[in-house]
Antibody
Framework: EVQFVESGGGLVQPGGSLRLSCGAS????????MSWVRQPPGKGLEWVAN????????YYVDSVKGRFTISRDNAKNLVYLQMNSLRAEDTAVYYC??????????????WGQGTLVTVSS | EIVMTQSPATLSVSPGERATLSCRAS??????LVWYQQKPGQAPRLLIY???TRASGIPARFSGSGSGTEFTLTIGSLQSEDFAVYYC?????????FGPGTKVDIK
């Protein structure tokens, strides 16, 4: 069974930093693109970043470029999201997610349970 | 960036009735569209990809159609568990973008 355990969320002041972690199990982690998608409370979804199987390609939505960094450790089945210079508008539930594999690599098939990040003074 | 719009924002339907949800892209996305269902406090659930292919385990009452810029999700006969928010999302061009969602509630 595909499972994710997200951690690292919490309350942070504007301008501060957080690192989210997502541990994966139930599949061969190194075979899949991994992503982070966020959802502000009561609002819609925004795909924040994704990373290729070997970490050589990374993509970011414009609103986080230069502030957030996605990375992965295939030996530990972990994907990270380093978030710096946080703003109030970054407040959201952050979901770790996995694509469908070969042929369906740009589609999220599996989602974690989400971790809440609150940016407030 | 491709902008996705959805209509209506809220759809009130009685159990057993048919529901039709619309999604539009600001430019052609071919058939690179997915539909997700989200219930309160839960992560989204993949329903449809490639505009019309049901994901594994999704009941046949869910069907998707369309290509280019106009797409439709049809729920053939609404069950109690189908009352939720539905999002469309394009994966043709990065950044992959979501529509604002359609809430399907009980009439």
């Amino acid at each position: 069974e595909v499972q994710f355990v997200e951690s690292g969320g919490g309350l942070v002041q504007p301008g501060g930093s957080l690192r989210l972690s997502c541990g994966a199990s139930g599949f061969t982690f190194s075979n899949y693109w991994m992503s982070w998608v966020r959802q502000p409370p009561g609002k819609g979804l925004e795909w924040v970043a994704n990373i290729k199987q070997d970490g050589t390609e990374k993509y970011y939505v414009d609103s986080v470029k230069g502030r957030f960094t996605i990375s992965r450790d295939n030996a530990k089945n972990l994907v990270y999201l380093q978030m710096n210079s946080l703003r109030a508008e970054d407040t959201a539930v952050y979901y770790c997610a996995r694509d469908g594999g070969e042929g369906v690599q740009r589609i999220i098939f599996y989602w974690g349970q989400g971790t809440l990040v609150t940016v407030s003074s | 960036e491709i902008v996705m719009t959805q209509s209506p924002a809220t759809l009130s339907v009685s159990p057993g009735e048919r529901a039709t949800l619309s999604c539009r892209a600001s430019q052609s996305i071919r058939s690179n569209l997915v539909w997700y269902q989200q219930k309160p406090g839960q992560a989204p659930r993949l329903l449809i990809y490639g505009a019309s292919t049901r994901a594994s385990g999704i009941p046949a009452r869910f069907s998707g159609s369309g290509s280019g810029t106009e797409f439709t999700l049809t729920i053939g006969s609404l069950q109690s568990e189908d009352f939720a928010v539905y999002y469309c999302q394009q994966y043709n061009n990065w950044p992959f973008t979501f529509g604002p969602g359609t809430k399907v509630d009980i009439k």
